[in-house]
């Protein structure tokens, strides 16, 4: 019989290196208590202002490291044009939204904190309150985005109007000198990333090297675009059920697993492959999807990290922090309050000459929308896919409801919006415009949840200039090239930038009441797209989404 013996599943293997920030020194003191035993209490105005702060900082801020990663592909001769393109948006974005006006991205997410408090933090309230507090302030203070929905009903939802709730977990550390430590992760996570966390139950068969790059050659790639490439990839492989995988993949996501051993053990413990995580980047370059619209750098880095499992039960968890990479860490101790630093002055990492990088402005295609829709069609037709184009006049802004409600009248027998007919729909839905400015942050959302609606739309001389990210279903490529449609990528993730340098005037047109989600019309200048679906039947994504078949099986004996 094994000998007892207990080890953390999720161990430390070397000490955390993150750099903080003081906050304050107010609210936190030590007391004495029975048995010699030190306790620190803890006010609920330092849990929200550390909240309130944590969440300004990630909507507006990077961490050094990712940004450095956005400036290593400018310099890499292997990374192709619209990597580069793409980059250097993510880091002219990075320094507008650190100004602290504009966040980095529209979608300004669900506010997650993920905390762990030591055995002898006192607190004199329930703190998911003073937690909630603070992501309150943060949302309704700043010029942020509401984004959750409250079931009314089974079927019908009213958004909260202050992005509440959160997702609040605390759990108790009981680890030796952790007792007077309570240590939070932050976390604002958009639908884009958010639905692309994967959970595939597996077997013992994929625990080879060759049948694991081969399950990830094809799974990886259906992660597609919508969230926002490059991406901060994790894989993680086993787990004793299948929410500690997918808790395991989220948290390792955001580098909150970094720290793990590297090797296994008889005891169980998780580790990080580093081995693995080489190979699989290594597989993410080969596809050729690149940094949204072709190329190298589908991710920045890959975590794969190996849990114990149940001899029955192999789950697989997928998940990716997105360009908008936005999490750190917070602690308080007896000392004060602190966050993690994060970058305040990104503007260093954009290069002294931008053109160089990514080919001359040449390069994309001016295209007039003050025209009518036939003139547009008839010049994108000139062009093939990965074109890059340059959006000069009026778009309208349609998403999610907007789409439902339009169907319903043209169920009903009503016409087409004329405006749906004129010009170019944008999916997307801005972030709180500030005071005196045109905009507030206004980039792109996910493409596919408007699938549904194209052919019908189409058919009846809507939607036929499409603008919005990710990849789309063959029923759009086909709905387009039976029209005569065209599907445009714009860059996911670059939000503040497109409101400072693109988008001249936003008006409602329609449904006032939806808030983000009414119809709106917008003047743009040099907005920045891509080709992705042609009037032919082209579609860049199918070329880079069938994975490569890597061997071939042959029966035994045979010749």
Request: net charge negative; aromatic share 8%.
């Amino acid at each position: 019989m094994t000998e007892f013996f207990y080890e953390d599943m999720l161990p430390a293997a070397k000490p955390d290196e993150t750099p903080y920030r003081l906050l304050t020194t107010e609210g936190v003191r030590t007391v004495e208590g029975p048995g010699g035993r030190t306790f620190l209490e803890v006010d609920p105005e330092a849990i929200t202002l550390l909240t309130e702060t944590a969440m300004h900082d990630i909507a507006h801020f990077l961490r050094p490291a990712h940004l450095a990663q956005l400036q290593k592909i400018l310099g890499d001769p292997e990374a192709s044009n619209n990597d580069k393109f793409v980059a250097l948006d993510l880091l002219k974005n990075a320094n507008i939204a650190s100004g602290g006006v504009l966040p980095m991205c529209q979608d300004t997410g669900t506010a997650i904190v993920s905390a762990h408090r030591g055995q002898h933090v006192l607190t004199s309230v329930q703190d998911e309150v003073p937690i909630s507090q603070g992501v309150y302030n943060a949302y309704t203070r700043l010029n942020l985005r509401y984004s959750q929905n409250a079931p009314l009903t089974m079927w019908d939802e009213k958004n909260t109007g202050c992005n509440l709730p959160a997702q609040i977990d605390i759990a108790a550390d009981t680890h030796p000198g952790h007792e007077t430590e309570y240590e939070f992760l932050f976390m604002a996570k958009g639908g884009g990333s958010a639905n692309k966390s994967y959970l595939y139950q597996e077997t013992k068969a994929i625990l080879n090297e060759d049948a694991m790059m081969n399950f990830l050659d094809e799974k990886l790639r259906t992660l597609g675009t919508a969230a926002c490439p490059p991406y901060h990839l994790a894989v993680v492989i086993g787990g004793t059920s299948a929410e500690a995988a997918l808790k395991a993949a989220k948290y390792a996501s955001a580098k909150y697993l970094d720290t793990l051993p590297t090797e296994g053990s008889a005891s169980g413990h998780g580790f990080r492959d580093l081995d693995m995580e080489q190979k699989v980047l290594k597989l993410t370059q080969d596809f050729g999807i690149g940094a949204q619209f072709g190329g190298k750098y589908f991710c920045h880095d890959v975590r794969v990290i190996r849990l114990p499992r149940h001899g029955a039960s192999l789950p697989v968890a997928v998940a990716v922090s997105c360009s908008a990479d936005r999490q750190c860490k917070g602690k308080i101790t007896p000392e004060g309050v602190f966050l993690e630093q994060l970058e305040f002055e990104p503007g260093h990492y954009l290069p002294d000459v931008t053109h160089e990088h990514v080919g001359s402005e040449d390069e994309a295609v001016q295209v007039d929308l003050n025209r009518p829709m036939a003139e547009v069609l008839a010049e994108l037709t000139n062009y093939p896919v990965k074109t890059r184009l340059a959006l000069t006049g009026t778009l309208v802004v349609a998403r999610d409801i907007a789409h439902a409600k339009i169907r319903e009248r043209l169920d009903a027998g009503e016409e087409m919006p004329q405006y749906l007919k004129d010009h170019p729909v944008y999916y997307a839905g801005p972030a709180k415009t500030p005071q005196g400015m045109a905009s507030g942050s206004f980039g792109p959302t996910t493409a596919g949840r408007m699938d549904s609606y194209v052919d019908q739309f189409q058919a009846a001389g809507g939607s036929m200039i499409m603008l919005a990210k990710g990849n789309r279903s063959k029923a759009v490529t086909d709905a387009c090239a039976k029209h005569g449609g065209f599907y445009l990528g714009s860059i996911g993730g670059p939000a503040a930038r497109l409101a400072q340098d693109c988008i001249k005037k936003v008006e409602v047109l329609e449904y006032p009441e939806l808030g983000m989600e009414a119809v709106w019309r917008i003047e743009v200048e040099d907005f920045p797209a891509f080709i992705i679906v042609d009037d032919k039947g082209n579609d860049f994504f199918a070329s880079v989404s069938k994975p490569i078949a890597r061997n071939i099986p042959v029966r035994e004996g045979a010749k």
